[in-house]
């Protein structure tokens, strides 16, 4: 694979192929990331929604299973202050469902959370020392990325507009990921709320790329070897892809989120703040088409989906996150491992014949 006119990735991770598996928070597991990477890729595994024990267990797992460079992604999000008010208000707002469904509305909500990475996320990297540590959301604080670059890890973070990749690059990211408004999950967003001014991921990629040194990876409706080559065509290194490794058995899927990925039409996406607070893009579902996929009585990030959880026991598919990038009607059912090489080798033949 020595032909791709950008080794730069390849160079800096140590890996053969520019396929950099998305770390799909809930959806991934270890055996994703060991595929993915042992295929020669990038395998990544998600600890948002790990606890720093089942953090470990997973690392531990992974290194015994593969000699290869994997990545380990972290949330650096600020935990929002309590408001009771607000919380109230929402759970009022989803009181029709709890009546309709049989759900005990006076029940305590329960918590909905996302780990930020803090000191003791940091000490199980200092044990385990993966080649690759990503962050989503910005940076944490120089301490704490100080002592991750001290492992000898390279640094990414994903970008959503120009501003923000030139942040990550003076603050110490050694490749910046390109997120287009496309791809599915949350945002990266994290110098502005305002979701006008997120980018489609072919006008992003080249305006990054011209505006960093680093490295550019494109990350956004890249479902097959053809937005592999567009992306490097616009001066991508590689590519990070998602949504398309939900269809490999190495992905937990519940069965609604399965079906909706089957099934939805190609335009049944839209950004979403109901189910965390913070914009992330899924297809649509009934609570989502009812509230409106904004809702702005959605508590702050991460705490907005307390309150859907028990919903979530009655009417799974109607109340859950079906995160999905718009390119979802292009995956693909085959293992990790065959996905990671196929992208590689149809993408890099399409980029031959040019």
């Given at each position: 694979m020595?032909?791709?006119p950008d080794t730069r990735i390849l160079d800096l991770f140590r890996i053969e192929l520019p396929i950099i598996q998305a770390p799909l928070a809930g959806a991934t597991t270890s055996a994703m990331v060991i595929a993915a990477s042992n295929a020669g890729g990038l395998g990544s595994m998600p600890a948002a929604m790990l606890s720093i024990e089942q953090l470990r267990e997973e690392l531990k797992t992974i290194r015994q299973h593969t000699q290869r460079p994997f990545n380990v992604n972290f949330f650096c999000h600020q935990p929002p202050p309590p408001d009771e008010q607000r919380a109230r208000d929402w759970k009022n707002l989803l009181e029709p469902y709890y009546r309709e469904l049989g759900v005990d509305f006076d029940a305590p909500t329960p918590v909905s959370n996302r780990a930020p990475f803090d000191n003791a996320a940091c000490e199980v990297l200092e044990e385990f020392r993966p080649e690759v540590v990503s962050f989503h959301f910005g940076l944490p604080e120089k301490s704490l990325l100080d002592r991750v670059k001290a492992t000898g890890a390279k640094i990414l973070s994903s970008a959503t507009t120009v501003e923000e990749a030139v942040w990550l690059e003076q603050h110490g990211c050694d490749a910046i990921i390109a997120m287009g408004y496309e791809a599915g999950g949350h945002r990266g967003m994290f110098l502005s709320n305002d979701l006008s001014s997120q980018v489609g991921t072919f006008a992003l990629v080249p305006q990054i790329v011209d505006a960093v040194n680093v490295p550019v990876i494109a990350a956004g409706g890249?479902?097959?070897?053809?937005?592999?080559?567009?992306?490097?065509l616009l001066g991508a290194s590689a590519v990070q892809?998602?949504?398309?490794?939900?269809?490999?058995?190495?992905?937990?899927?519940?069965?609604?989120?399965?079906?909706?990925?089957?099934?939805?039409?190609?335009?049944?996406?839209a950004i979403t703040n109901i189910f965390t607070g913070r914009p992330a893009r899924g297809i649509l579902?009934?609570?989502?088409?009812?509230l409106g996929p904004m809702c702005d009585k959605a508590p702050a990030f991460p705490l907005a989906g307390g309150a859907l959880m028990p919903l979530r026991t009655k009417g799974?598919?109607?109340f859950s996150n079906l995160w999905a990038g718009q390119a979802f009607t292009?995956?693909?059912?085959m293992t990790s491992a065959e996905l990671t090489r196929r992208l590689a080798e149809e993408g890099l033949a399409k980029l031959v014949r040019q």
């Open positions: 020595s032909q791709w890249i479902g097959d070897a053809r937005g592999v080559a567009a992306a490097f892809v998602g949504t398309a490794y939900l269809f490999t058995p190495e992905a937990k899927v519940s069965a609604s989120h399965q079906k909706a990925l089957r099934t939805a039409k190609e335009s049944e996406t579902n009934r609570v989502m088409r009812e799974e598919a109607d292009l995956g693909v059912e």
